[in-house]
């Protein structure tokens, strides 16, 4: 009746999971039961769960990466602690749990923190930047960011009822075949990644859409905001990149299902295939997660230097050139795996000269600020400590990059800190100035500067004192991945990094302060004018929070920096004064389609892992059902009113009149 | 489209390319979805060109069962293949009876396609059952494990696109030819049509080049 399951799934035995889980399960029921009491169900429902507004559906992808980063944070804790106290001892994480807890920390960071924070910032940002009023599919918008919510909650299921992966957060075969990893740990994770994964590739469709059949007027290719076109060229790689990871997770699957023999070590199969499939995705999907952030950077830097971004051309081309040499160097993953000199020496020279269009970037951000007149507010405090972070991180991959070299650090703490370098120093940095640059055109209020930059100072200095020692550590011979070591040279370096771990965790209370303090404070931090920074981009030519509609009239753009460059003509010429007349507009009806969907989708993914069949059946027929109800609803649209659009647009106009007089001279 | 050109916008050419023409605004909807559809349809083929990459690389690992020229019957292929032509042919009659707003061929070409599409996965059913009951299933070879991937991952898309195609003649009848309801048809005639050029695909690697070798 219920497959695998049954009560020797809950593990009884283990404290740490279990009373994490509780915490969280009262945790959950507490805000569900604070939600329902205090009457705000419906609201909930209605403005967020069926919402297709891009805007709350970024939002929401932002919520989920928050939660998720902080759930991350804890197995990193966990694991520094552990090398910090297990020097010739066993610590107190046994190595079935330790394995599960390393697997975690890296499939969470990567799938449900660092890709729901990218995304749900492109999908806040990019059609305000666009100049349009919603996304291509809104309501399949909807369906992805809820997809890949049911991929967080079965990872996060999976700490409860039964147990995660223990094969790292690739699963290499044939440790995560059915004969070495009998458990439902690997199953956990491949359906949570195949469901989220289709809502990653949703989304990717709908943005590359987007971008390039949605625009507004005179919004040409070579108009757009840096912005928009790493959005573009991230969305393209997860267009051409994700499919390889569903097909290589189904091909998995179908082994540990099905008896298949894909990568098994009987009857044929081939573990190489394995390794070059997943890194045919993994490449590409470490640029899916840094161009957006290289974006974020030019918009941030080249607002806060009062300048246009440096060699726009040139960063553009600079992207296309990532976007494409991402797909040529997949094999740098695993130069030790035999593939011979000839190969390892085309790939590390591929995977050098990735590092060259990296480099224009780093330049045009230090010739855009050079000469201008720079303020260091947060998001430009992220951004100037990324460049610093990610310059160690970029020459710390360029070494590794050479083959003979990475013989000797491949698989160390070397490589560990290399990629925390440029994940963190690069994509979260990026994350948190985004986060920072935006949260008042979401919210319409501005963050606490005092407590982000102390968060700012914390997480940066944190970063240092984790990750310095870990590349010693590496050089010193240390494998990562390890749950205990007997090497009393290592043990100092573990130590001072677990230092450093509790500096990160300072940095993280900072910014949970900055939010309560900025929420409590919000009418002194309120941004009236739709404009805070003096923004140079088309989400600030609105108000914060925009209108459900965004803008009463698709703006016409006439050059790069489109808000800028209105702003001083409105200064000149007062054009802000004739508008012609308002109009209805319609917009997307909400639809409860992307809940739904991942409601069935979330039984089928647990029948599948329990092996539950009936419910599987049951899962796939509701998720075709909601499907098909979509399919034959009658108004999928519905309109506002011309007057409501004008009384709407006048309040934002009259605050922004006196800005105008202000700002906007060069 | 507009041509920049007015004085007071020069700024907007710095470079004096001259003559830039103006991005006219965001497309259609018909244009959106159409496009949406077509960078899934190429999404679905990067998935595809793993499962050709599996087989192709798997295609020699029998492991002591059967090579591909012992199991192919190149007659079924042949039947197969020419179903699976001929309704794209049908599917394309269907789009433009939709086009014209013409229920009656909308209908007719819509059920030979239904049909066509069924014999297809009839014969191919019966190919795999057949496999199977030989003792020649997945898990006998890791070329037999690539080649039910292979050809049942196009089999799969075939069902799912038969579903979606009494799907339609469902919304036609219930909705008429409204305009939500030709986009899909649209998106669905895209869909069936690019499994034929899928199915060209495994046609020629796996039931050609396996027959030969």
Redesign the interface.
Known sequence: MLGKLDWSAIPFDQPIPLVAGAVVLVAILGVLTWVVVKGHLPYLWSEWITSVDHKRIGVMYILLASVMLLRGGSDAIMMRIQQAVAYQSQGYLPPEHYNQIFSAHGTIMIFFVAMPFVIGLMNLIVPLQLG?RDV??PTLNSVGFWLTATGALLVNLSLVIGEFARTGWLAFPPLSELSYSPGVGVDYYAWSLQISGVGT?VA???L??TV??????????L?MPMFCWTTLASNLLI??????L???L??LL?DRY?????F?N?????VM?FMN?IWAWGHPEVYILVLPAFGIFSEVVSTFSGKALFGYRSMVLATMAICVISFMVWLHHFFTMGAGPDVNAIFGIASMIIAVPTGVKIYNWLFTMYGGRIRFATPMLWAVGFMVTFIIGGLTGVLLAVPPADFMLHNSMFLVAHFHNVIIGGVLFGAFAGFEYWFPKAFGFRLDERWGKLAFWFTFLGFFITFIPLYIAGMLGMTRRMQHYDVAAWRPWMIVAAIGMAVLTIGVICQIMQLVVSIRNREALRDRTGDPWDGRSLEWATSSPPPVFNFAF?PD???EDAYWDMKIHAQQQSLERDRPEYQDIEMPRNSPTGFVCAFFATVMGFALIWHIWWMVILGGLGA?ATF?VF??R?H?EYVIPAEEVAAIDRINLEERRSLVSMAGTV | MAM?ATAG?A???PHHIGL????????SKR???A??FW??L???I??FS??F??YA??SG???GGPKGSEIFEQRNVAIETVCLLLSSFTCGMASIAADVRNRFWFYLGMTVTCVLGLIFLVIEFREFADLVARGYG??????L??F??LVGCHGLHVSAGV?WLL?MMA?VF??GFRA?VLR?MMCFALFWHALDIVWVGVFSVVYLLGSAA
């Open positions: 349009v291509a599919f590739l990717g469709i709908n590359v859409t390039l059949k949605l625009r507004t007027r005179g919004m040409n290719y108009r267009v051409a990149a994700f499919p390889i569903t097909a290589t189904a091909m179908l099905l008896g298949f023999h894909f098994t009987e009857a044929g199969g081939n295939m499939l698709n753009v006439r050059g075709f098909v399919a034959w009658d999928d | 920049t916008h700024h907007a050419d830039v023409i103006e991005h006219p605004g965001p497309a244009i959106v979805t496009y949406g960078i899934f190429l999404s679905d990067v998935m793993c499962f990459a599996a690389v798997l690992q029998t492991a997945p898990s006998r070879s890791a070329f494990t690539a039910f991937s579903l799907t919304q219930a909705k939500d899909r």
